[in-house]
């Protein structure tokens, strides 16, 4: 094992992870990447009430600039890496492109709403990943010293502000989600108001043409439940995708 890929998001379960990944590179000589993706996407209003309570997780808002100063604190050499995307997915290209060995996780154990509307991105890249991926779980991994580490580095270094555009991963699969329900419903819509439109009084013309010895209007009729059925397989099939 030469590479491990570490992502954070400057709260504890990912620095938890971030330390794990130390302790193996340090026993097996592997190189530590650390990767924060950042997504600056407009949140809704039930996303921002929801993330207000999320942010007490949140011990540092420089997790690259923290992560910097404990690589000096233990002696390590960390490779520090900064970009804009879709989490899992600049997580699994990040990984690709530096050819690591593994990737290494924080799972913050999320449950009710908040695991509703923001689902895991641990659990996304377990799904999508083609490489060995170790999910460290929360308070597995002691990070008392990155904490006291970055209550010096928060009163050395200005924050951001209140309403910063800074994405929380747990965000990604309730909007790939939400985009992805929105377009199978127009779909249904679009089918069930042209089944009632064929079957108007206005169209009876067309809705008496036969096909296949049945009235267009009555296979259209039956056709709607049926469709409704594949669409919430297709559906079933490709929302909890990331």
Known sequence: MKKLLVAIDGCAPSFGAAKKAIELAERYGAEVIVLYVEEKTPMLPSEKTIESSMMKERISDHPLELMAEY???VKVNLQLVKTQGKITGKILSIANEYMVDMIVIGDTARKGLEKLHFGSVA???LKNSP????????GCVDISDIKSLA????ARLPGYEAESNIFYPYQESFRNN???????????????FSTAIINSTTYQSVAAVPVA??????????????IALALCGVYLKTGGKQ
């Open 131 to 138: 490489l060995p991926v170790l999910v460290v779980k929360r």
């Open 123 to 125: 659990e996304s890249v």
């Open 151 to 154: 209550e010096d580095l928060n």
């Open 71 to 73: 690589g000096k604190q």
């Open 178 to 192: 939400r985009v992805i329900s929105f377009s199978f419903f127009g779909l249904f819509t679009l089918v069930y």
């Open 213 to 226: 010895g049945i009235p267009l209007g009555v296979l259209a009729s039956f056709s709607v439940f049926p």
